[in-house]
């Protein structure tokens, strides 16, 4: 059973640039959150995808947008980066419905320069 | 407004003594929690759970105790190991399909 895969691990960016974060999921897993943690804070919830389809988005602006990919692979894009949005960005797999079987990547960290 | 509080920054125990690890919510629709264990560089990993239909649940080491009313769950973890020096999240979530929501959690150090 493969775990949860992000890459890359870490990245360096310049403030106003974009960027494409990349997570596969695991193995029989159909639903993708992606989370932001910024440094001392808790994982904050960005957006769900399902069935390629976002299903739930937190209080983050549009320039924070995904896709879901019929492997169940997703990716998160940010445009038009921000000092704030340095942070560890962290994908979790999971199956729909079930409320205890997410499963973490070991996140990409982000710095915004 | 934060939903889910963990209060404590950071804890330091013993080796072989009990940690408990507190955790706040206001949600009153949350009815699962959960306890992510995280090392530096790696992403969370569930450590254990319990619904909103129990009081407690043990594995191991480790015991989960909910109070519904007050609000308040907690982790308790006997013996403490050094190796279970790590950050531990607190996360709950209603029975639909919405996210978890996260603590700040805390900073556990097992001293040997």
């Known amino acids: 059973e493969t775990g949860v895969t992000q890459s890359p691990t870490h990245l360096i960016k310049t403030r106003g640039q974009q960027v494409t974060l990349r997570c596969s999921s695991q193995?029989?897993?159909?639903?993708v959150s992606w989370y932001q943690q910024a440094l001392g804070q808790g994982p904050q919830f960005i957006f769900q995808?399902?069935?390629?389809?976002?299903?739930g988005r937190g209080n983050f602006p549009p320039r924070f947008s995904g896709l879901q990919f019929p492997n169940y692979s997703s990716e998160l894009n940010v445009n038009a980066l921000e000092l704030d949005d340095s942070a560890l960005y962290l994908c979790?797999?999971?199956?729909?419905?079930?409320?205890?079987?997410?499963?973490f990547g070991s996140g990409t960290r982000l710095t915004v320069v | 407004d934060q939903q889910v509080k963990q209060n404590s920054p950071s804890l330091s125990v013993q080796e072989g003594r009990i940690s408990i690890l507190n955790c706040d919510y206001t949600?009153?629709?949350?009815?699962?929690f959960l306890w992510y264990k995280k090392y530096p560089a790696e992403g969370p990993t569930f450590l254990i759970s319990?619904?909103?239909?129990?009081d407690k649940n043990e594995d191991g080491r480790f015991t989960v105790f909910l109070n519904k009313s007050a609000k308040h769950l907690s982790l308790h973890i006997v013996p403490s190991q050094p190796g279970d020096s790590a950050v531990y999240f607190c996360?709950?979530?209603?029975?639909?399909?919405?996210?978890?929501?996260f603590g700040k959690g805390t900073r556990l150090s097992v001293i040997a």
């Open positions: 979790a797999s999971s199956l729909w419905h079930d409320p205890y079987g997410y499963t």
């Open positions: 193995s029989g897993h159909n639903t």
């Open positions: 995808y399902y069935r390629e389809e976002e299903n």
């Open positions: 949600n009153s629709m949350f009815d699962y």
């Open positions: 319990i619904s909103s239909i129990k």
């Open positions: 996360a709950a979530k209603d029975s639909g399909n919405t996210p978890l929501v």
